[in-house]
């Protein structure tokens, strides 16, 4: 059985931090990273805007400001982003400030679903000729501690530490783990919202800030915006019975791809969940399950005039020469979300929309789409048991899926921090 000093399960942001930073400083360690997909890496590939400044991707529970700002400026030196300018923020930054919203300044770089597939080829490379084994559509299965073994779909690997980077998808495989290795957590939050679609036009905000976030009363905020060749996505995920439910999502391709003058972003709340049901998983599936229950098997998209009109969408909606654009995701049912959503989110996300159309005034037109559910769980919150998400003696549980990031920087800035944790018992 082979035994490496370093096995880093997933190869997402997480992944690749802790890579590249124990043999930046350690080039003889031996390192495995395996995969479980085709293409290396998870997020990264998905529109792959990055944030570079604190507390955007980084949970505070975790994370002081001047440590993020330590391993962001790691990061800058690493990859070199092409931070985008930003134009006319102090107009948007009154008009929010005016209405009790606020405008977050952050230092954002924007490669694209493409560009971020070039970014990975690259990284990866590098880390081969660093000669760390990336191993791909290889599965890890289960962990024992105490003979320091994992199992995968192939093989038994021997490791001296494990690092556990399984991102949001991995959700369901590490709290297995942790249960098995009787590491404690609690997943008690979770964020539920809608994604928007419109024209540019309506939102023309993104030709001057690529990704705005606005924060708003009652934990509600904007996230992941996207536009230029922009696209609503669904992703697939599975209840712990099996069940099968779909969160939506957006990505958009970098400058260079055709254009289709369109917007997304999400509108989230956040969530505390406090007895007697703590579980942000559990609660996250019933939400997706009864979404496809009101939407035939699908996700639901609602026009924002039917809304106002307290009317369901139906496929008509969709063609009439009022409702001016394609949605880019129309295997989605037109429905009404209402009926899937419970008031505390919708009536806050209402609420944030028409703030939100104050400060850029059109986002509210009869023809934007609504697209409903979009789930973010974070929550798996692991004890650990020093500052560097150790949690078990040799386990490190870092990025999306630890609740150590929200983000591709935070993920990759974890995976740092595992690996000084590491370092400094090797
Ligand atoms: C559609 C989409 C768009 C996004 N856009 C952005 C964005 O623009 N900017 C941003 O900052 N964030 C974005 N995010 C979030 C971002 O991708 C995550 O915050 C980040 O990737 C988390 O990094 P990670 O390394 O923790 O997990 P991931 O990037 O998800 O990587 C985890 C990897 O582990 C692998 N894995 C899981 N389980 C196993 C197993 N059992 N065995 C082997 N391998 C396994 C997965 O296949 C995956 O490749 C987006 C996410 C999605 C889904």
Redesign the pocket.
Known sequence: MECFDCVI???????LGAAFALTDSRPGLSVLM????KVS????R??????FSYPI?FPRDVWEKDEAERYLELLIDRLKPDIMEKYNLDVYRNRAEKIGAQLLYIRQAHLGTDGGIRLIRALTQELREREVAISLE????SVDGVRKVLTTDRREIGYRNLVV??????FS?LQDLMNHLGISFTDNSIDVGIRVETKEERYPVVRDYYDPKFLFPESVRTF?TNSGSAHV?Q?KYQTSDGVPYYSI???AYSETSTRNSLVNFAILRSVTLTEPLASGQRFAEMLGIQAMLIGGGHPIMQRVGDFRLGKRSTREHFSDDLYDFEPTLPSCTPGDISLAMPSKFLRSIWKSLKLLDTVVPGILHPSTVMYYPEIKLYANKPRFIDAHFQASPGIYL????AGT???????WASGMRAAEGILART
């Open positions: 399960v997933g190869t997402g942001p997480a992944g395996i995969e479980k997909e890496t998870g997020g990264l998905n529109d792959c805007k990055m944030n991707g290889e599965k890890v299965i980077a399984p991102g949001r998808g991995g495989f992941c996505v992703e999502n957006g990505h870092i990025g999306d899926g990031s929200r983000g591709i920087t935070g993920a």
